[in-house]
């Protein structure tokens, strides 16, 4: 069974930061790219970030672009997001997505072709 596992979120001021972790881990695991989204209340997930696991530029929505960054431990199957000058509107839930290593890696706007998923964790940004 194959889990992904967050960690990192928290309550922050407007302007602060936080550090997002996402740990997968179980029996036969692997993947070719790896993501991050959000969920506000009464909103659609929102794709926030994707990384390819063996090379390749991530991909930011616009919205974080210069503001996150996405990034991976492949040796430790960790993935991660800093988060900077952080706004009211960046609080949401935050996911971390992997996809299938026999299938292209999905988009951000695709939420629905991500293969596994993690349970999220909270992000709340005070203005």
């Known amino acids: 069974q194959v889990q992904l596992v967050e960690s990192g979120g928290g309550s922050v001021q407007a302007g602060g930061s936080l550090r997002l972790s996402c740990a997968a881990f179980g029996y036969g695991y692997d993947t070719n790219c790896m993501g991050w989204f959000r969920q506000a209340p009464g909103k659609e997930r929102e794709g926030v970030a994707r990384i390819y696991t063996r090379g390749g530029s991530p991909d930011y929505a616009d919205s974080v672009k210069g503001r996150f960054t996405i990034s991976e431990d492949s040796a430790k199957n960790t993935l991660f997001l800093q988060m900077s000058t952080l706004k009211p509107e960046d609080t949401a839930t935050y996911y971390c997505?992997?996809?299938?290593?026999?299938?292209?890696?999905?988009?951000?706007?695709?939420?629905?072709?991500?293969?596994?998923w993690g349970q999220g964790t909270q992000v709340t940004v005070s203005s």
């Open positions: 997505a992997a996809g299938s290593i026999w299938l292209a890696c999905p988009p951000l706007s695709r939420a629905d072709e991500w293969n596994y």
